[in-house]
T-cell receptor
């Protein structure tokens, strides 16, 4: 069964350092999302791509976060510099044309110390 | 904060039915979803319902939708220990998912 792949599963970094997460969506899914989930809350959208284009990054803290999907397939989310408040689960998701169902990866658990 | 609202906790005896409730805000949502999240894992899509339906059944899962009241529920029949998890309701808004805070379901023997 096709899955959204994410790496790493866990990341511990010191504040002010740079950190990057990678995501490979399900093959054929043109829409890719990055969500952030703080402990005890539901996921919140950071950025949405349609192919290689950003369609919504209104909730992305652009002073420190960046996201790219250069060839319209896999994607990288970067934080520089990391802050203590960035500690969370970062979830990548993708959906097929027609948008029936959004499928999530296992997430990257980030701890900033 | 979330506009999708769910009760935070549900405790149910093994073998009983669980009912998780959700209210949403956007009457134009095309699809409404239920996701399951186990500790330390991502979200697993359990089921979804199209907005022109009022019920959908999938094995042990039954989804009921009341569009007038913007109320969605998920019923799990014959609840098992493996059903212990956090369950998220989500609505589509501008082609994006908006989630509730999740309902933690605990199954007791």
């Amino acid at each position: 069964e096709a899955e959204v792949a994410q790496s790493p599963r866990y990341k511990i970094t010191e504040k002010s350092q740079a950190v990057a997460f990678w995501c490979d969506p399900i093959s054929g899914h043109a829409t890719l999302y990055w969500y952030r989930q703080i402990l005890g809350q539901g996921p919140e959208l950071l950025v949405q791509f349609q192919d290689e284009s950003v369609v919504d990054d209104s909730q992305l803290p652009k002073d420190r976060f960046s996201a790219e999907r250069l060839k319209g397939v896999d994607s990288t989310l970067k934080i520089q510099p990391a802050e203590l408040g960035d500690s969370a689960m970062y979830l990548c998701a993708s959906s097929p044309p027609g948008g029936r169902g959004t499928f999530f990866g296992q997430g990257t658990r980030l701890t900033v110390v | 904060g979330e506009d999708v609202e769910q009760s935070l906790f549900l405790s149910v005896r093994e073998g009983d039915s669980s009912v998780i409730n959700c209210t949403y805000t956007d009457s134009s949502s095309t699809y409404l979803y239920w996701y399951k999240q186990e500790p330390g894992a991502g979200l697993q899509l359990l089921t979804y319902i199209f907005s022109n339906m009022d019920m959908k059944q999938d094995q042990r899962l039954t989804v009921l939708l009341n569009k007038k009241d913007k109320h969605l529920s998920l019923r799990i029949a014959d609840t098992q220990t493996g059903d212990s998890a956090i369950y998220f309701c989500a609505e589509t808004r501008d082609y994006k998912l908006s989630f509730g805070a999740g309902t933690t379901v605990t199954v007791r023997a």
